[in-house]
């Protein structure tokens, strides 16, 4: 007999493929190859590799035929290709399918209207995800917050990463401006720590190797600290700042008033400010 908990991933992009790539992986293996429908009019470079490996099935849409063996519906198309695509997955979705939604700034409310009564996830993903480095917050309508549906979800979001479960979906903004916006600052940081090794004299592609090392190693040591309990970030910067060296002298600049601390609190609160703002606009 069929299963009727198949899994259909709706846009199988860079997302949706990364987490098709962690279900059918020997490491997990979380999902059989015949119980994942990919819903796309074209297989995105990214998925092509998984559908020709494990041979999977590909729609440019849901049937209803196909959509009664649907237990579970992974929403990876871009927020603005979601509106189109609606109407058509509503009316074939099962009642009580679960929905997951990785869309950025479609919420629950939204995410509700399209698929009355049924539960819905809704998960924030961050880039690092597609190398399986993430970190998902998740909050859950009524009905998706059983431990069920929970579990559905962190089997399936958490190939990306660890998934954080939100009691109330307004911090998602927050969130938001944490972890779903923070890989740029990273970025930004490991740039600017490139540009400034230049500015000293350093050739342009050996600052760029030590900036980005340094950025990749000092995220090694965060994770490891946390992981053993042994050190916090804070407790990391103090243990390599000797008193009147050099860490000192550059930490005297990026932590004197108005300096870092405070332009991260105002970025952070930018990035919320947005995402309620975008929020609003779909909601
Ligand atoms: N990438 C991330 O790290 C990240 C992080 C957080 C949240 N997200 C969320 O994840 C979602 C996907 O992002 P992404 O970066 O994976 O984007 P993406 O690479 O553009 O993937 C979207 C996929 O959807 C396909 N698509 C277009 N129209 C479709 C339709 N009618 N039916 C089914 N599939 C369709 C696209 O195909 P074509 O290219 O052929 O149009 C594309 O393969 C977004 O909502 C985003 O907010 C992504």
Request: some cysteine; charged content about 20%.
């Amino acid at each position: 007999m069929a299963s009727r908990n198949k899994v259909a991933l709706v846009g199988a992009g860079r997302m949706g493929s990364a987490m098709a790539a962690g279900w059918l992986g020997a490491e997990r293996n979380a999902l059989p190859p015949e119980d994942l429908i990919l819903v796309c009019p074209r297989v995105s470079d990214s998925a092509r590799p998984l559908v020709d490996r494990y041979n999977l099935k590909v729609v440019e849409t849901l049937d209803a035929k196909t959509a009664a063996e649907v237990g579970r519906v992974v929403v990876a198309v871009k927020p603005q290709v979601f509106p189109k695509i609606a109407p058509a997955l509503s009316e074939v979705v099962r009642e009580d399918a679960l929905i997951i939604s990785v869309l950025a700034g479609t919420g629950l409310t939204a995410l509700g209207r399209v698929f009355p009564g049924r539960p819905v996830i809704r998960v924030m993903p961050n880039t690092p995800g597609s190398i399986g480095k993430g970190i998902n917050v998740a909050v859950a309508n009524a009905a998706g917050d059983i431990p069920e549906n929970r579990k559905a979800a962190e089997d399936l979001a958490g190939v990306t990463g660890p998934v954080e479960w939100l009691d109330e979906e307004r911090l998602m903004d927050a969130a938001t401006g944490v972890s779903g916006s923070g890989p740029a600052y990273v970025f930004l940081f490991c740039e600017a720590l490139a540009k400034a090794g230049e500015a000293e004299g350093l050739p342009a592609d050996l600052a760029e190797r030590l900036a980005v090392a340094t950025v990749a190693g000092a995220g090694a040591l965060l994770e490891d600290g946390l992981k053993n309990g042994t050190a916090d970030a804070a407790a990391l910067r103090k243990a390599v700042t000797s008193p009147k060296g050099t860490t000192q002298a550059a930490l005297d600049v990026l932590m004197a008033p108005g300096a870092l601390p405070a332009l991260v609190r105002n970025a952070v609160a930018a990035a919320e400010r947005r995402s309620r703002e975008l929020g609003a606009d779909t909601d």
